[in-house]
């Protein structure tokens, strides 16, 4: 139930970060993400204490897919409308 719960969230998450930040680093997280919920997995069926390492490194993982999102949707906005792209200028720093 937990994992059918999450996966919706996981996968718009994934699929943002990855559309408009960056597709490698959105795969490695994603990656990241399943293991995390494999350690939740295993977890849960030995013991209930032991499954809070595997949830809280997908939970992790999730909120820095949705940041990771949100910037690069808010760079797209600002490069479409105003005109200017924080991640190039980034890129040209260093």
Same mark, same amino acid.
């Given at each position: *139930? @937990?994992? $059918?719960e999450?996966?919706p $969230? &996981? +996968?718009i =998450?994934l ?5 408009? &930040? @960056? *597709?490698v680093f959105? =795969? ?5 993400y399943i293991y995390?919920?494999?350690l939740? &997995?295993w977890?849960y069926?030995?013991?209930?204490k032991?499954?809070i =390492?595997?949830f809280?490194l997908?939970?992790? +993982?999730?909120?820095?897919?949705t940041?990771?999102?949100a910037?690069? +949707?808010?760079n797209? &906005?600002m490069?479409?409308?105003l005109?200017? @792209? +924080?991640?190039k200028k ?5």
């Open positions: *139930q @937990n994992c $059918v999450f996966y $969230v &996981f +996968i =998450t699929w943002m970060a990855g559309w408009y &930040f @960056n *597709q959105a =795969t490695c997280l994603g990656l990241m995390g919920r494999h939740y &997995f977890g069926s030995e013991a209930a032991k499954r =390492t595997g809280r997908s939970l992790g +993982i999730l909120a820095l897919l940041l990771l999102g910037l690069g +949707i808010a797209s &906005f490069d479409e409308y005109d200017l @792209n +924080i991640a980034l890129r040209r720093q260093f």
